[in-house]
């Protein structure tokens, strides 16, 4: 199974908006919604901030939002905070019944 | 409160077996999705597997056939083996419940393996 696609960075300014892509195929984010969003600061373990494409687990700031078209997953952070800066990765069920993450995404809030 | 911790050697020989084991507590193993996942230094996370209470179980099919998991509900824990280890097992090891087996919602605080002679 191939790694899901995303870019390797992105950044923004405090306030502003960001989107982060997730680039699959059929076999994975574009034949289930079942993608997942992790948050990684340095040091730490990961954290689940969406699920099921577009799910915030309790305790997660609505400022995260995920959605979905075709084989692309996208995560968006509205009001950046210099808190946000850290490595998101996203993740998809696929068609063998496995999981595959993407490369991660280093966020740099400016 | 959901706490896991992993459990092994920190060092393992090229060759040898990797065994790690995750011992749950706050919850009780016959119940969502229990996974192991992993992640070389600098570099992103890699799913290892999952098994489930009722024995379903897979794997990153990349590490074919050297990976085990199994699960030991008296004992709250399960556990990873990984066979013929490389120095491209080198990682930090997580392992992590699932509410489902993509969504990984509790992690341990992961413990780092190095593969070396």
């Known amino acids: 199974q191939s790694a899901l696609t995303q870019p390797a960075s992105v950044s923004g300014s405090p306030g502003q908006s960001i989107t982060i892509s997730c680039i699959g195929t059929?076999?994975?984010?574009?034949?289930?919604?079942?993608v997942s969003w992790y948050q990684q600061h340095p040091g730490k373990a990961p954290k689940l901030v969406i699920y099921?494409?577009?799910n915030r687990p309790s305790g997660v700031s609505n400022r995260f939002s995920g959605s979905k078209s075709g084989n692309t997953a996208s995560l968006t952070i509205s009001g950046l905070q210099a808190e946000d800066e850290a490595d998101y990765y996203c993740s998809s069920y696929t068609s063998s019944s496995t999981v595959v993450f993407g490369g991660g995404t280093k966020l740099t809030v400016l | 409160q959901v706490q896991l911790q992993e459990s092994g050697p920190g060092l393992v020989k090229p060759s040898e077996t990797l065994s790690l084991t995750c011992t749950v507590s706050?919850?009780?193993?016959?119940?969502?999705?229990w996974s192991w996942i992993r992640q070389p230094p600098g570099k992103g996370l890699e799913w290892i597997g999952f098994?489930?209470?009722?024995?379903?179980?897979n794997h990153n099919p990349s590490l074919k056939s050297r990976v085990t998991i199994s699960v030991d509900t008296s004992e709250n824990h399960f556990s990873l083996k990984l066979t013929s280890v490389t120095a491209a097992d080198t990682a930090m090891y997580y392992c992590?419940?699932?509410?489902?087996?993509?969504?990984?919602?509790?992690w341990g605080q992961g413990t780092l393996v190095t593969v070396s002679s």
């Open positions: 099921d494409v577009s």
């Open positions: 706050g919850d009780s193993l016959s119940s969502y999705y």
């Open positions: 098994i489930h209470y009722t024995g379903s179980t």
């Open positions: 059929s076999s994975d984010v574009g034949g289930y919604n079942y």
């Open positions: 992590v419940r699932g509410v489902r087996v993509y969504a990984h919602d509790y």
